[in-house]
T-cell receptor
């Protein structure tokens, strides 16, 4: 399935590095999301974008910086991360932010390890 | 209290067994409900939406009890391939959709 793609699939970085995660959706959706999934914890919503505009920042530290140049692409820029930021980062999209029957479609995730 | 709570399991069942998972949610005004399946080291995938009247998809039946604020998933005739973590997802957004995820219930189906 290639509805939502994410690159890279795996990333190892040092605490002083700068890297970016990329998400692309081919579903014609208008809403895109970043989630963090740590071991044995529920998915944590980080950011929400609707028609390129950020509608939600769930108290995410500034070392995570999202960018949404258009409705199909979403980036997560990373800098000076901490080891506790190691997790699976999932991108998702949905048709809209208001449709009550809308569901989310997830990308395969980027497994991030911060050394 | 967590917004969405699930028994983490694991549920270890033999092939062919019937197994049920429950999920409770905190916001009585929640709008929509879903079950997702997540395989090890993979992304969550939608299993089924949950409708007020209950709904069935093959061996899977989902029920919603708004008065008690819980959702259930029943799996009949379990297959080995059903082994996964099942995530309960509740849309609690008032103006915009806002999805809350449970921690998941792990199911192991044994031969």
């Amino acid at each position: 399935e290639t509805g939502v793609t994410q690159t890279p699939r795996h990333l190892v970085m040092g605490m002083t590095n700068k890297k970016s995660l990329k998400c692309e959706q081919h579903l014609g959706h208008n809403a895109m999301y970043w989630y963090k999934q740590s071991a044995k914890k529920p998915l944590e919503l980080m950011f929400v974008y609707n028609f390129k505009e950020q509608t939600e920042n769930n108290s995410v530290p500034s070392r995570f910086s999202p960018e949404c140049p258009n409705s199909s692409h979403l980036f997560l820029h990373l800098h000076t991360l901490q080891p506790e930021d190691s997790a699976l980062y999932l991108c998702a999209s949905s048709p809209s932010l208001r449709g009550r029957t809308d569901t989310q479609y997830f990308g395969p995730g980027t497994r991030l390890t911060v050394l | 209290r967590k917004e969405v709570e699930q028994d983490p399991g694991p549920f270890n069942v033999p092939e062919g067994a019937t197994v049920a998972f429950n999920c409770t949610y905190s916001n009585s005004a929640s709008q929509s409900f879903f079950w997702y399946r997540q395989d090890c080291r993979k992304e969550p995938k939608l299993l089924m939406s949950v409708y007020s009247s209950g709904n069935e998809d093959g061996r899977f039946t989902a029920q919603l009890n708004r008065a008690s604020q819980y959702i259930s998933l029943l799996i009949r005739d379990s297959k080995l391939s059903d082994s996964a973590t099942y995530l309960c997802v509740v849309n609690m957004g008032a103006t915009f959709n806002k999805f809350y995820f449970g921690s998941g219930t792990k199911l192991n189906v044994k031969p």
